[in-house]
């Protein structure tokens, strides 16, 4: 596990993070078929990025990637989970065989965290957290505000 405070440059994360704090950024409920058994009783909202982003989004996203050495992506979303929610159970974000790695950098400072069986993990913002794909984990949702965290999970070089 690697923890790596001030992970982007701080124009590079303000521009990113005042996009998906707009007011007319969009929110997704999760309640699609198929979701892993862990979302189905949680309160929180995603939005999962694709290729149809805007060419600002598409170089911010892209400049996260290089920096982490990713050749490959399977995903990559934001998290807001509002304060007081449920928290998660145990989970792997991804069930694969191939060797991948998870990022998760969080958007803003509260008192949530990612838990990991033997190590907790701060919501400070600009602060990535970059782990084996298999290594379980949960989110802890906050009691002061919302928690808003990017995660991004792909093979690296």
């Avoid at 992970?7 to 007011?23: R, S």
């Avoid at 009783?41 to 995603?46: A, C, G, I, Q, R």
């Avoid at 805007?54 to 399977?74: H, N």
């Avoid at 602060?127 to 919302?146: C, K, M, Q, W, Y």
């Amino acid at each position: 596990m690697q923890i790596s405070p001030n992970f982007l440059k701080h124009y590079t994360f303000t521009e990113f993070k005042n996009i998906v704090t707009a007011k007319n950024f969009r929110w997704y409920f999760p309640q699609s078929e198929g979701e892993p058994e862990q979302y189905s009783n949680l309160l929180y909202y995603d939005h999962q990025f694709s290729d149809d982003v805007t060419p600002k989004l598409k170089r911010l996203l892209s400049t996260m990637c290089i920096q982490l050495g990713a050749i490959a992506v399977f995903r990559i979303k934001v998290n807001a989970t509002p304060k007081n929610a449920p928290q998660q159970g145990w989970h792997n974000d991804l069930k694969i065989s191939t060797p991948s790695k998870t990022c998760v950098l969080y958007l803003n400072d509260n008192d949530g965290y990612t838990e990991f069986r033997e190590d907790v993990v701060n919501s400070v913002e600009n602060t990535a957290v970059i782990f084996d794909t298999n290594l379980e984990h949960r989110g802890v949702p906050s009691t002061d505000t919302r928690r808003l965290v990017l995660n991004i999970n792909y093979f690296e070089k």
